[in-house]
T-cell receptor, first 112, second 115 residues
Framework: DAGVIQSPRHEVTEMGQEVTLRCKPI?????LFWYRQTMMRGLELLIY????????DSGMPEDRFSAKMPNASFSTLKIQPSEPRDSAVYFC??????????FGPGTRLTVL | AQSVTQLDSHVSVSEGTPVLLRCNYS??????LFWYVQHPNKGLQLLLKYTSAATLVKGINGFEAEFKKSETSFHLTKPSAHMSDAAEYFCVVSDQDSSASKIIFGSGTRLSIRP
């Protein structure tokens, strides 16, 4: 298996622009998670899906952030409009059941 | 309520010497416990996991961890450090009987290896 795939690996954008991060989970995994990692706050769970349905989005920082999972093999995390404080590494992870998660390589986002 | 505390933000050892990364947890239910490793500019990789089977868990790359309920600890050890072990290590607790969102990551311990 190719593992969790994320794209792009690096994204540099200007404040106010829309940013879309993409994730392809491991085939057969029912859970998909989006995390954000910064030096200041460490690793934060933003949202997770079970069987394509958002279960808990309490970690989404504000309305500028949205996530979708239109099918079992694809999810997006969108930031609109982006701000410099959104600069971070965003990880997607998937799992067959709660607990054991497999992480993608991450997307390093820089908002200027 | 769950919580996890990694007692050291940074550990430095010499190559060939033992490694000890400390983790304490609290959990209302039967916990699952994990150690993940993150190498620079990489994603997190599962090292090992405890899910109420044997209390001594062996993982990849020679790491192991022991679940001690009386001490609420799940410390990560390795007998002999290698330069390639330099990375960030995260202790994670998950309640087996609760939803997937009850997964708590520790703040991480950065392991440095001296030649």
């Amino acid at each position: 298996d190719a593992g969790v795939i994320q794209s792009p690996r690096h994204e540099v954008t200007e404040m106010g622009q829309e940013v879309t991060l993409r994730c392809k989970p491991i085939s057969g995994h029912d859970y998909l998670f989006w995390y954000r990692q910064t030096m200041m706050r460490g690793l934060e769970l933003l949202i997770y899906f079970n069987n394509n349905v958002p279960i808990d989005d309490s970690g989404m920082p504000e309305d500028r952030f949205s996530a979708k999972m239109p099918n079992a093999s694809f999810s997006t995390l969108k930031i609109q409009p982006s701000e410099p404080r959104d600069s971070a590494v965003y990880f997607c992870a998937s799992s067959l059941r709660p607990g054991t998660q497999y992480f993608g390589p991450g997307t390093r986002l820089t908002v200027l | 309520a769950q919580s996890v505390t990694q007692l050291d933000s940074h550990v430095s050892v010499s190559e060939g010497t033992p490694v000890l990364l400390r983790c304490n947890y609290s959990s209302s239910y039967s916990p699952s416990l994990f150690w993940y490793v993150q190498h620079p500019n990489k994603g997190l990789q599962l090292l090992l996991k405890y899910t109420s089977a044997a209390t001594l868990v062996k993982g990849i790359n020679g790491f192991e961890a022991e679940f001690k309920k009386s001490e609420t600890s799940f410390h990560l050890t390795k007998p002999s450090a290698h330069m390639s072990d330099a990375a960030e290590y995260f202790c994670v607790v998950s309640d087996q009987d609760s939803s997937a969102s009850k997964i708590i990551f520790g703040s991480g311990t950065r392991l440095s290896i001296r030649p």
